[in-house]
């Protein structure tokens, strides 16, 4: 079985070079291949990935879910791995998949992602295992059109096992900083997907669901045992939850 390693980019230099490093036994072991689609970089991301052996597509962003079926469509493998470009195949899932691709493998693997913020790995409040459906059958399905958190989904007969890999570890919040940006952005895409909502619903997400995300996530899901950055993360969270309501009533109000 070969396999294709599909990543969407831009401006990754910081995160490029440890993610394809650790997909470069697989590539080299089962023959495959990766691409990657480019989205007019400013910085060193094509020349770090050609100088891994990558297919280098440069294309206008076309949004989260578009952009990775593009990457998809380029690849020729049997069976495709999809990462973003802040994830690192850990030696242990290396192994799995390698394992699996070799016998008789299933269409599709859900890979279990081992989330770090600060720095600090979060293994409660719903942060693990956190599984992603990531490795697949070449056109055995796509990513939904969404404007974020858009995952895979397989196309019918195919259906999701219970198969699971492990781990893919997730470079995602270095600092706190980083932590805002991205749920500011993310919350000003979320609040475009569900601005149609009636208003008095909007209204009583933005009051309550902060509050409850919170405690559900720290206390009742023991977010609490991953420390400061636990609360850090889990006190942030439910702010961003705050923000998209609140982003979403501003374009209902906008709309009328």
């Excluded at 059958?137 to 198969?163: I, T």
């Amino acid at each position: 079985m070969t396999l294709s390693v599909v990543i969407i980019t831009y401006n990754e230099e910081a995160n490029l070079p440890r993610t394809l490093a650790s997909v470069a036994p697989l590539v080299r072991e089962l023959g495959g291949e990766i691409i990657v689609v480019d989205s007019h970089s400013t910085d060193r991301t094509r020349a770090i990935a050609e100088s891994f052996g990558a297919k280098v597509f440069e294309e206008d962003w076309k949004g989260f879910a578009a952009q990775k079926n593009s990457a998809l469509a380029k690849a020729s493998g049997d069976y495709v791995l999809s990462l973003d470009a802040d994830e690192e195949v850990s030696p242990e899932l290396t192994a799995e998949i390698r394992g699996a691709l070799n016998q008789k493998p299933q269409v599709a693997y859900r890979i279990r992602r081992r989330n770090l913020f600060m720095g600090r790995w979060i293994r409660r409040g719903g942060f693990y295992p956190d599984p992603k459906l990531r490795l697949f059958a070449r056109g055995s399905g796509e990513f939904p059109d969404r404007l974020v958190h858009e995952d895979f989904k397989l196309r019918p007969p195919y259906r999701p096992s219970g198969w699971e890999l492990g781990d893919l570890i997730h470079h995602a919040y270095p600092t706190l900083k980083v932590y805002l940006e991205h749920m500011r952005r993310y919350a000003d895409l979320g609040a475009t997907m569900i601005s149609h909502k009636p208003r008095w619903w909007l209204w009583l997400n933005r009051w309550l669901n902060p509050p409850l995300t919170f405690f559900y996530n720290y206390v009742v899901r023991l977010g609490f045992l991953d420390g400061r950055e636990g609360f850090l993360l889990h006190r942030h969270h439910a702010r961003y939850v705050g923000w998209k309501y609140a982003k979403a009533l501003e374009l209902a109000r906008k709309s009328r």
